[in-house]
């Protein structure tokens, strides 16, 4: 089963360095993107995503799980009980260090998907 993920980031480079790491890989398959709080809800509603990468400081102010129903990734280049609080506060499964995605990334989305959690 193909994973199918959501990249919702307000930076262009960022969003560009993820869509190539995704686009290496076969069983996950980057169905949109969205640059503001409120086309990644859209678009949520719309695409059905397995998971959400999700940069965090969009949520900034948000003390609600913002996506019911999805799993959420967290990014964010803060990594401190602040932004794990804010993680925790929008439903997100994990949160992930930005600087670390080369190599954090890939793992934490298969290990969210749903055919292993159901295992």
């Not at 980057?30 to 397995?50: F, N, Y």
């Amino acid at each position: 089963m193909c994973v199918k993920v959501l990249l919702a980031e307000d930076a262009e480079a960022v969003r560009k360095a993820i869509r190539i790491l995704l686009s290496e890989r076969e069983d996950i398959t980057l169905v949109g993107e969205a640059a503001t709080l409120s086309e990644a809800i859209q678009k949520t509603e719309e695409l059905r995503p397995d998971e959400i990468i999700f940069d965090l400081h969009m949520a900034d102010g948000a003390k609600q799980h913002l996506f019911a129903g999805t799993k959420l990734l967290a990014i964010s280049f803060a990594n401190d009980d602040e932004a794990n609080t804010l993680a925790d506060s929008i439903g997100a499964a994990r949160l992930l260090d930005k600087l670390e995605l080369a190599s954090e990334l890939i793992p934490a989305i298969l290990e969210l998907a749903p055919e292993r959690a159901a295992l």
